[in-house]
């Protein structure tokens, strides 16, 4: 079976599009773009990083989500008339997210282990690894520590000035995540 011509001509047209619209932004601006993304995808990943930490914590239940609420006697079917998945590929595709799972903790856990000496790692580890619960009615909340609160609680303590300011904060913030992202993505990070 050929390809019509017209779909030929879109494709050619949309390649040429995107080429041009690459070649109209800078070498410079694409790097600096790369670094930007390595810099909110680091912060995403602390963010995320208890969570996923306990999420790959018992691989026996990270493998069995995969068959969670489904029956025995539908029978499951994917888009473009490929075949259903048989239990065995499910489970095979559930592995390999579980060991890329893992990979990236063990990824995350190195990167936190270089800056752990630095000063400014408590910042990090108060934004981004411990959760401040709060109460509201029955229930209990968990929020990120605003870079006043952190402030707050590092003044004075740990090398740490009695006039440590929010900006400050930042600052130790930036430096590390961006340090991490390096680690974490090599020179597109850079």
Same mark, same amino acid.
């Given at each position: 079976?050929?390809?019509?011509?017209?779909?030929?001509?879109?494709?050619? /047209?949309?390649? !040429?599009?995107?080429?041009?619209?690459?070649?109209?932004?800078?070498?410079? !601006? $694409?790097?600096?773009?790369?670094? %930007?993304?390595?810099?909110?995808?680091?912060?995403?990943?602390?963010?995320?990083?208890? /969570?996923?930490?306990?999420?790959?914590? %018992?691989? =026996?239940? *990270?493998? %069995?989500?995969?068959?969670?609420?489904?029956?025995?006697?539908? /029978?499951?079917?994917?888009?473009?008339?490929?075949?259903?998945? &048989?239990?065995?590929?499910? @489970?095979? &595709? $559930?592995?390999?997210? *579980?060991? $890329?799972? $893992?990979? !990236?903790?063990? =990824?995350?856990?190195?990167?936190?282990?270089?800056?752990?000496?630095?000063?400014?790692?408590?910042?990090?580890?108060?934004?981004?690894?411990?959760?401040?619960?709060?109460?509201?009615?029955?229930?209990?909340?968990?929020?990120?520590?605003?870079?006043?609160?952190?402030? !707050?609680? @590092?003044?004075?303590?740990?090398?740490?000035?009695?006039?440590?300011?929010?900006?400050?904060?930042?600052?130790?913030?930036?430096?590390?995540?961006?340090?991490?992202?390096?680690? @974490?993505?090599?020179? &597109?990070?850079?």
């Amino acid at each position: 079976m050929g390809v019509s011509k017209e779909t030929k001509e879109t494709i050619v /047209t949309t390649i !040429d599009e995107v080429f041009k619209k690459m070649n109209s932004i800078s070498w410079i !601006d $694409r790097q600096k773009a790369m670094k %930007d993304e390595a810099f909110k995808n680091t912060e995403k990943i602390l963010y995320c990083y208890q /969570t996923l930490k306990e999420h790959v914590a %018992d691989e =026996r239940e *990270y493998l %069995d989500i995969a068959f969670h609420g489904k029956s025995k006697s539908i /029978t499951s079917y994917t888009k473009n008339g490929s075949a259903p998945k &048989d239990n065995d590929m499910i @489970l095979a &595709d $559930r592995q390999a997210s *579980y060991e $890329r799972s $893992r990979s !990236d903790i063990e =990824r995350i856990e190195k990167a936190l282990a270089k800056i752990e000496g630095r000063k400014g790692y408590e910042v990090i580890r108060i934004r981004y690894l411990e959760r401040k619960k709060t109460r509201e009615g029955n229930r209990t909340a968990e929020d990120v520590y605003t870079y006043e609160e952190i402030a !707050d609680m @590092l003044a004075g303590q740990d090398g740490y000035s009695e006039n440590l300011n929010e900006k400050t904060v930042r600052n130790y913030k930036n430096t590390l995540v961006r340090e991490m992202a390096v680690l @974490l993505f090599g020179s &597109d990070a850079i």
